[in-house]
């Protein structure tokens, strides 16, 4: 507990600086995190969780050296695109506190959390609708949200994830935690339905044991993934845990999952695992790792097709990987490059790929039709790290895009993005291993 602490506190103080610093101690800041928990997970005091979670957050911080065998495949070039941006406004929930995450929904609501309390906005006048929370400090931060048939499903990093429901005065109320009780009643009493976690402790299978840092929904299925290195797959209608796998060696940070049902998950392991649920099949299977990154992955994206993958990690690059005939064969095809410290965070919309990053900037990429990727614009002004984003295409706007930036300074920022071709081109950042 004592040695967790430490480290804690180190990486709290050098979060900011440069990768130089980082080079000296990347393997231990890198392999730290995997005594988080074992095969199953773990079951932690409330001190212990919170020694690990800031840990593991301050890692995900970490800027350290880039993928040594990139290459640049041609000449500067340019793409004939050009990006417009500007910041429409910005504010700060009231606690004023670092923006755990944020999500855009139904169109015309941003939802917003900064430590426990999640506040509502309408997009429009952006007035807060609504500020709710669990009433329960302890709980720790809101790590991150997604909805599904009506219900808002927040993961949190006391091991719970929580579902809301929007009253018919607009207000949330919360409506169960998952595990449901009944989940619990069902499987408690045989034996078979425990597995052991640290400290020869035992916990149910369905629970997660270290905090929950992202969610996914598809199809009727939701998928949350934990700093206790599990993918858990949870049934929409009846909010029932129907799997629950060790996905990873080290804490997941993030999932994503595509139209076809194909998961993916990244890890502190610095691999992106692939997961499918074969025909006629009731479990999903490991089909494909994915090993190129040197460092944690912190963010991956889709494109909308599902047919590229976008990993960003603390090496400083974001890595395109495209499907050849099946998800099992996910080739790199490039990386990009231009932020100066860790990726944070990922978001593809209408052909545009936003990335936010520990240099406090969010890029705008996109595909040119010769298959390079370009960097449109660079829309800064925050003053901490980027830590989530949302976007939403506009309808009727002409292909704008709204994007929301939130920071560890506590500070949403709204911008309206707009692309044209032909424009004044713009420097290509692709590169190959």
């Excluded at 670092?98 to 855009?104: D, L, R, S, T, V």
């Excluded at 809101?142 to 009506?150: A, L, M, N, T, Y």
């Excluded at 149910?204 to 598809?218: F, K, M, P, S, Y």
């Excluded at 299977?285 to 976008?310: P, Y």
Aim: aromatic share 6%; charged share 20%; hydrophobic share 35%.
């Amino acid at each position: 507990m004592r040695l967790r602490s430490c480290l804690a506190l180190c990486a709290a103080t050098t979060a900011e600086d440069s990768a130089d610093t980082f080079n000296k101690t990347q393997k231990n800041l890198v392999s730290d995190t995997s005594s988080f928990s074992d095969a199953a997970g773990s079951a932690t005091s409330t001190s212990d969780i919170s020694a690990c979670s800031s840990l593991q957050s301050n890692l995900s911080l970490q800027t350290l050296p880039s993928i040594p065998s990139l290459q640049k495949i041609s000449p500067d070039e340019t793409l004939n695109f050009s990006a417009s941006h500007h910041c429409v406004t910005s504010f700060k929930p009231r606690l004023n506190l670092p923006i755990g995450c944020i999500a855009a929904v139904h169109g015309n609501l941003l939802y917003a959390a900064s430590s426990h309390e999640i506040s509502v906005y309408d997009r429009t006048t952006w007035t807060c609708l609504d500020t709710f929370n669990n009433d329960d400090s302890s709980s720790g931060s809101v790590k991150s949200i997604d909805f599904s048939g009506g219900k808002i499903i927040t993961a949190h990093q006391d091991c719970k994830i929580r579902v809301w429901q929007l009253t018919p005065t607009k207000r949330h109320k919360l409506k169960t935690t998952l595990p449901t009780v009944n989940d619990r009643l069902c499987r408690f009493v045989l034996p078979k339905n425990y597995v052991t976690v640290r400290r020869h402790r035992k916990k149910l299978w369905i629970e997660h044991a270290d905090a929950v840092t992202g969610l996914a929904v598809n199809n009727g299925l939701i998928y949350s993934v934990s700093w206790d290195k599990s993918l858990k797959i949870w049934r929409a209608s009846d909010l029932r845990c129907l799997e629950s796998v060790k996905a990873h060696e080290d804490a997941i940070n993030a999932v994503v999952v595509s139209g076809d049902g194909t998961v993916y998950t990244g890890s502190a392991d610095r691999r992106i695992r692939v997961w499918a649920k074969p025909h006629n099949e009731k479990r999903h299977e490991l089909v494909a790792t994915l090993e190129k990154h040197k460092s944690a992955v912190n963010a991956l994206a889709l494109s909308g097709d599902g047919s590229v993958l976008f990993s960003g990690a603390c090496d400083r690059s974001i890595l395109v990987w495209e499907r050849e005939d099946s998800a099992n064969h996910m080739v790199v095809t490039g990386a990009l490059r231009g932020h100066n410290k860790a990726i944070l965070c990922l978001i593809n919309v209408s052909d545009l790929l936003f990335s936010g990053s520990a240099d406090r900037t969010v890029r705008i990429w996109q595909r040119g039709n010769d298959g390079r990727y370009g960097c449109l614009a660079v829309m800064d002004g925050h003053l901490k790290p980027v830590k989530q984003l949302a976007a939403v295409k506009e309808e009727g706007q002409n292909g704008v895009v709204s994007v929301f930036s939130g920071s560890l300074d506590g500070e949403i920022k709204v911008w309206q993005v707009s692309v044209s071709n032909p424009g004044s081109p713009v420097d290509l950042q692709k590169w190959k291993l």
